[in-house]
């Protein structure tokens, strides 16, 4: 395969182009595919040589993948309100509470052992049964359901700590 230099002095107008007509609005969006595509196939460039790929092809997929995972990213990402929009929200919202209730659970979590912690997010945050979320771990299910019923333990009492009680789930 070819340098770096000479795949970009090759492929860089013609790839440019076909971001662009996927981007349209968008040429910054469209000249950082082209420089990711060059990143990736200098990466490759032993796989790509060895294979003998149709490099132009290759990298037109690239730029389509990117611009696909860029848009699913994008679409992804939490709206951002600004202060009118808060006036549209109904009565009663109250994100103070939200982000508070965040918070102590995050110190909750933080009080746990990493293998508890672990145990937990399998089971609770993954919503795996706990045979798949010891398959996973790599340990015994009576393990997991130890560490599980332990961090449950612990973070009982680190929630009641901060005033927040069964009652209050």
């Known amino acids: 395969m070819s340098t770096v230099a000479e795949l970009h002095a090759e492929h860089r107008e013609v790839l440019l182009r076909f971001a662009r007509r996927l981007l349209p609005g968008d040429p910054h969006r469209a000249e950082d595919v082209v420089q990711e595509c060059m990143l990736r196939a200098w990466r490759n460039s032993e796989t790509l040589a060895a294979k003998d790929a149709r490099v132009r092809a290759w990298l037109f997929t690239v730029a389509r993948n990117l611009i696909v995972d860029w848009a699913r990213r994008d679409n992804a990402r939490p709206v951002l309100l600004d202060d009118d929009d808060f006036d549209a929200l109904p ?70 700590a901060h005033g927040v009680t069964a009652a209050g789930w």
């Open 91 to 160: 009565s009663g919202t109250d994100f103070a509470d939200e982000v508070l209730e965040r918070c102590v659970v995050d110190q909750g979590l933080a009080r746990l052992n990493p293998m508890q912690r672990q145990a937990l997010e399998q089971v609770y945050r993954l919503d795996q049964t706990r045979l798949r979320a010891a398959a996973v771990i790599g340990v015994p299910v009576g393990t997991v359901k130890s560490r599980v019923h332990h961090a449950t333990i612990a973070m009982t009492e680190a929630l009641a």
